[in-house]
T-cell receptor, first 112, second 111 residues
Framework: EPEVTQTPSHQVTQMGQEVILRCVPISNHLYFYWYRQILGQKVEFLVSFYNNEISEKSEIFDDQFSVERPDGSNFTLKIRSTKLEDSAMYFC??????????FGDGTRLSIL | KQEVTQIPAALSVPEGENLVLNCSFTDSAIYNLQWFRQDPGKGLTSLLLIQSSQREQTSGRLNASLDKSSGRSTLYIAASQPGDSATYLCAALARDYKLSFGAGTTVTVRA
């Protein structure tokens, strides 16, 4: 069964550095999403992306975040200047139409 | 704004007992309700998805029901096993296509 693939599985970064989290969605999917889960908290929606533009974003998704689909297969989340509170598990998801959303295994981001 | 609540937050049962996990949501205008399993430090494994037009879905020992009008879903796990120990999350897909998650129920099945 096709899967959403996320790399790396664990990323450790110094505070203030830029980080890029990568996702390869399922190949024929058109909608892409990022969610995050701070340790011990709920999974939260960050952003959805369709037709090369952001379709929805949450209050969390401020100017330090950006998303991009640089080629036909990858979908990336960039955090420009990381803060300690950005430490979380980040999940990528994709869907062919708006639902259901298929999730990757996540990238654990640790900010030191 | 959709709020999803899961009760109880934690549950410990002896092996073989049936599990009942509850999920409630405040906005009944949803497309679907999905149940996930999450092992410690790991990703989200989708277990069951119930469309808004459906009342229940079954997969093996798992059965999930949906009562949209009252804003409730229940996940039943029959004849629990130690391998069922995990955190179970429910998530409602709202009309804006954002998934809203509950905080989860952490299940421990004692051998």
């Amino acid at each position: 069964e096709p899967e959403v693939t996320q790399t790396p599985s664990h990323q450790v970064t110094q505070m203030g550095q830029e980080v890029i989290l990568r996702c390869v969605p399922i190949s024929n999917h058109l909608y892409f999403y990022w969610y995050r889960q701070i340790l011990g908290q709920k999974v939260e929606f960050l952003v959805s992306f369709y037709n090369n533009e952001i379709s929805e974003k949450s209050e969390i998704f401020d100017d330090q975040f950006s998303v991009e689909r640089p080629d036909g297969s990858n979908f990336t989340l960039k955090i420009r200047s990381t803060k300690l509170e950005d430490s979380a598990m980040y999940f990528c998801a994709s869907s062919m139409v708006r639902q259901p959303q298929h999730f990757g295994d996540g990238t654990r981001l640790s900010i030191l | 704004k959709q709020e999803v609540t899961q009760i109880p937050a934690a549950l410990s049962v002896p092996e073989g007992e049936n599990l009942v996990l509850n999920c409630s949501f405040t906005d009944s205008a949803i497309y679907n309700l999905q149940w996930f399993r999450q092992d410690p430090g790991k990703g989200l494994t989708s277990l069951l998805l119930i469309q808004s037009s459906q009342r229940e879905q079954t997969s093996g020992r798992l059965n999930a029901s949906l009562d949209k009008s009252s804003g409730r879903s229940t996940l039943y796990i029959a004849a629990s096993q130690p391998g069922d120990s995990a955190t179970y999350l429910c998530a409602a897909l709202a009309r804006d296509y954002k998934l809203s998650f509950g905080a989860g129920t952490t299940v421990t099945v004692r051998a």
